[in-house]
């Protein structure tokens, strides 16, 4: 029975079995290693406990040329292993997702006004996700390159080919998130990296005929999508909300026609500085709510998140922008994050000013993205904080009209305990989220609608509608 070849053979694939298996524990080794040594064990001015483990650290995305990514990631408060995995970014470009997505929107720990101490925010998304934040790309909070003219360089493209490269080799470092369900989710400038870095996933797992990175969807707010659209809503919303002249709004639609976000012509520049003067010192991220005073910037940098902020359980704040940048500038906070003092910016910012004026390449429209992605099957969603000047309710409905899809569901208020929580408007193959009395950071505004916001998007289940008692009173009324 016991043919001599059959026994060398299984031999043959049992050594082969054996040392692949070895090989897989040590790469599993290495990985688990590098996840240890960049835990966060002890963060300066946390006074509480937690149920939830977190790690930050770099990813190298080009060794040549020393480009590395700084992370921040948590794991769910609850069931890190049932629960599926998001990645947040925040725009600019040149804003760090650590200074605005963690600090003061998503993330479980937010600042008090002393820039020490800590306090846990009670809508973080870590309670219905796994949460990254990535600094992206390098020169934006502690992400770097040790080759000092990439941050003259960059732009839409060499961002996501970086953010790409940053998921590959973390999920290596992370492997038990590698077939979690993924989404990626952000806002303003992320309007661009958002569908972008979905669009390099989709196609590198096409391109590698596997599903590499298990992407099942995207969410962005108050997004920068479509220039031509974007500006004609932008105008119409100055004008309508009361903050600009007639006569601002009609040159305004002439002179910025069809111009760049990003890189728009001195004209157009020139009526927007108009248009900043005419609204004098509110915060065009929130009109509704008091400007930090401390600094009255002029809205020149339209995208750039000014000095605004707020907490949530405390009294609003407009500067909380303030607190973290004492904070993320503490020695003993950037060791506790495992920052290289030799790679460590000479001053941490919140925003890098000169990562926008540096920036190259971006496409007027993600419209041809959105069509791609859209056939690809992926969950999309579209929020919009109502109160925001800087990309409003109004250019993104615009932006979306464009895409030209059928309605699935039509327009309808949605609710939030027994109160209009905004509208939404359900497309085939794109849902629409308005939030009321939120202004550009969303969660910031509405913490506890954006985390049921955010519930529905993982769900993909409809935003609830009111409760069958408030409709009856309607229908009595
Ligand atoms: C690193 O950057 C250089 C220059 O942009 C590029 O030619 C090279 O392909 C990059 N390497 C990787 C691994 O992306
Ligand atoms: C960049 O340079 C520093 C100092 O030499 C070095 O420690 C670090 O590893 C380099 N980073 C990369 C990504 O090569
Ligand atoms: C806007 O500009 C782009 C290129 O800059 C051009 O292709 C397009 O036709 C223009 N659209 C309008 C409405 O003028």
Not at 239 to 256: H, P, Q
């Amino acid at each position: 029975m016991a043919n001599p070849r059959w026994v060398f053979v299984l031999i043959f694939i049992s050594l082969h079995l054996y040392l692949g298996s070895c090989l897989v524990a040590a790469s599993l080794e290495d990985s688990t290693a590098q996840q240890k040594l960049d835990k966060v064990l002890e963060l300066p001015g946390q006074a509480f406990d937690v149920s939830f483990a977190h790690y930050a650290g770099y990813v190298t995305v080009n060794k040549s040329l020393g480009r590395a990514l700084f992370y921040w990631f948590f794991e769910a408060a609850e069931d890190p292993d049932s629960k599926p995995l998001l990645l947040w970014l925040n725009g600019g470009p040149g804003c760090s997702s650590i200074a605005f997505g963690l600090a003061e929107e998503i993330g479980p720990f937010h600042i008090r006004p002393d820039g020490k101490t800590l306090y846990m925010n009670p809508y973080s998304w870590n309670l219905a996700a796994n949460i990254l934040f990535l600094d992206s790309p390098v020169g934006v909070g502690f992400s770097y390159s040790n080759t000092s003219s990439d941050l003259l360089n960059n732009g839409d493209k060499s961002t996501a080919k970086d953010s790409l490269n940053f998921l590959l080799k973390w999920f290596k470092r992370f492997p038990q998130y590698k077939d979690r369900d993924f989404y990626i989710a952000g806002e303003s400038y992320a309007g661009h990296y958002v569908p972008q870095l979905s669009q390099a996933i989709v196609r590198y797992n096409k391109a590698t005929k596997a599903k590499t990175i298990n992407l099942k969807g995207y969410m962005v707010g108050n997004a920068l999508t479509d220039d031509y659209h974007d500006h004609l809503g932008l105008f119409q919303f100055l004008w309508s909300a009361g903050l600009i002249s007639d006569e601002t709004y009609m040159l305004s639609n002439v002179l910025c026609d069809n111009e760049s976000f990003i890189h728009s012509s001195s004209a157009c520049n020139g009526i927007l500085d108009v248009t900043s003067e005419e609204m004098g010192n509110i915060d065009p991220y929130s009109i509704y709510t008091p400007s930090c005073s401390a600094n009255s910037r002029q809205a020149k940098w339209l995208l750039k998140r000014r000095l605004m902020v707020g907490q949530l359980s405390e009294k609003y704040d407009p500067c909380t922008e303030k607190h973290s940048e004492v904070y993320f500038n503490r020695p003993e906070v950037q060791k506790a994050l495992h920052v290289l003092p030799e790679a460590a910016p000479s001053k941490w910012e919140t925003c890098s000013e000169f990562i926008y004026t540096n920036w190259k390449d971006s496409p007027l429209t993600m419209l041809d993205v959105y069509h791609e992605l859209i056939q690809e099957g992926l969950r999309i969603w579209i929020f919009s904080g109502d109160t925001d000047a800087v990309i409003p309710i109004t250019s993104t409905r615009y932006s979306i009209d464009a895409l030209k899809l059928p309605t699935v569901s039509p327009w309808r208020p949605w609710y939030d305990d027994g109160q209009v929580g905004g509208w939404t408007q359900e497309y085939e193959g794109l849902n629409f989220v308005s939030v009321r009395g939120a202004g550009h950071e969303v969660p910031l505004h509405r913490p506890k609608q954006a985390l049921t916001l955010f519930k529905a998007f993982l769900a993909g289940t409809a935003m609830p509608v009111a409760a069958s008692g408030s409709r009856q009173l309607i229908s009595d009324s």
